[in-house]
């Protein structure tokens, strides 16, 4: 379908964007969802904000963010402009003329896609969404999800997508607390059915900057896909290199800054105590899932995944060899302070975070394991094994009790010169000492 027929088919839609009297809502309101609401707001459309959670929809309403990279002023500000609304009456999907869909993709327990959030969403979009709505999924997931799954959802209703709604995908790309790049700033990739694509091209030019249209939905979802693979590959690359250097006794980190140099043909990855978030750590598996259905076998992704996994695991032996070796003590009976849990720095995100793991590691070698980050005050219930565990209190004295402490997320405003100075033993997941210009010897890059 044309352009001109898409115009005669939803003039409505085509109308109010260029008036700027479009509605958008916006299904799950996290870290995808909400930067999302701020965004197209601040363009000038109003947004409904749709979430199961209550206590999510009350923060709003109440002016609170439930995120720490997102203030309360911008929330506040977002209420303020009147251009905003948080809900938890799914009821009203018949009002937005675009609803963008940002729900969780997570794995089973086998490792494999599971889609059960956005088959609820479709289903609460299929049972009030009116005639003439561009619905877009933003959800990572693997190709053919939006065709084969979520349109028998709404078609289901009896209308058909390309006549009497128009259905489009755009993977989400955020960067959570990297001010350098907001939602409107990073490009968006869209793929559509029919005139969906054209539409969710019209509707998205009026918040982001750049729009890059591909020829399918189908390409759309690869896109995220390749994106993710490309790092947690890369990741696990340099993962390997830092044990073998260790091995060799070089230093990684310096190996790393000399050959980025190269102005061609490299490209830095740095190392890490594991991988956490929502996207790198799950990802790829979506597409390994996905490949078993034409017969192929993904080793190069599954291998990366084995080498980002087993970090946590070398991590704590590096920890065990450096107290033998100062302190002729082993992890039995040892007290460790992890540093960061958020599994990126200045975020309070621990979803899939490697400190998690580290402290379950730490703990199942006969040690006690206490945290400190200022952005996590307390481990959420999503991790059961530890939740409800609350962060140690900054007190520079009382570091003097721990054997150790293992930073884990390099997180820009933690004192790491304290820390340095007060502890026996600090292991460097993060290279952040030496970036905060500090150098001791009894400061253990692993």
Request: net charge negative; aromatic share 8%.
């Amino acid at each position: 379908m044309s352009m001109e027929q898409a115009k005669s088919a939803v003039p409505d839609l085509l109308e109010k964007l260029s008036r700027k009297e479009c509605t958008v809502g916006i299904v799950g309101l996290g870290y995808v969802g909400l930067p999302l609401c701020l965004a197209i707001a601040s363009a000038g459309l109003q947004v409904i904000g749709f979430d199961i959670d209550r206590h999510r929809v009350g923060s709003l309403i109440s002016l609170r963010s439930y995120f720490e990279h997102i203030p309360d002023l911008a929330i506040e500000s977002l209420l303020a402009s009147r251009r905003f609304q948080a809900t938890d009456d799914f009821r009203r999907l018949n009002e937005p003329d675009a609803i963008l869909v940002c729900v969780p993709t997570p794995l089973t327990p086998h490792r494999e896609p599971d889609l059960s959030f956005i088959i609820s969403a479709g289903r609460a979009i299929a049972q009030y969404m009116r005639r003439g709505q561009l619905i877009v999924l933003e959800s990572t997931t693997y190709p053919g999800t939006t065709e084969e799954v979520l349109r028998p959802i709404l078609e289901s209703t009896g209308m058909i997508s390309g006549r009497d709604f128009f259905l489009a995908y755009s993977p989400e790309r955020e960067d959570p607390g990297n001010p350098s790049f907001t939602t409107a700033d990073i490009p968006k990739i869209i793929g559509g059915l029919d005139a969906g694509r054209d539409l969710a091209v019209a509707l998205y030019s009026s918040f982001v900057t750049r729009i890059v249209p591909v020829s399918s939905v189908a390409v759309a979802e690869a896109v995220k896909l390749a994106e993710n693979v490309f790092r947690a590959v890369n990741i696990a690359l340099v993962n390997e290199l830092k044990m073998i250097f260790d091995a060799m006794g070089l230093d990684v980190w310096e190996v790393i800054e000399a050959a980025k140099t190269k102005p061609f043909g490299f490209m830095p990855f740095y190392p890490g105590p594991g991988i956490g978030g929502h996207c790198v750590p799950i990802d790829p598996y979506y597409l390994t899932w996905k490949a078993q259905e034409y017969g192929l076998v993904t080793q190069l992704i599954e291998l990366a995944g084995q080498i980002n996994t087993g970090m946590p695991q070398y991590v704590v032996n590096q920890l065990a060899l450096a107290l033998d070796r100062q302190q002729k003590i082993g992890l039995n009976g040892s007290r460790i302070l992890v540093v960061g849990l958020g599994y990126k720095k200045n975020i309070d995100d621990t979803r899939e975070s490697p400190a998690l793991r580290l402290i379950e590691l730490i703990e199942a070698r006969g040690a006690t394991a206490d945290f400190f980050d200022p952005f996590v005050a307390t481990i959420p219930v999503t991790r059961k094994s530890l939740a409800g565990r609350t962060s140690f209190k900054w007190d520079i004295a009382a570091l003097s009790i721990y054997n150790a402490a293992v930073i884990a997320t390099d997180h820009d405003c933690i004192d790491y010169a304290s820390l340095v100075n007060s502890c026996r033993l600090v292991i460097d997941t993060r290279n952040a000492c030496r970036r905060a210009g500090i150098d001791a010897p009894h400061v253990v890059r692993a």
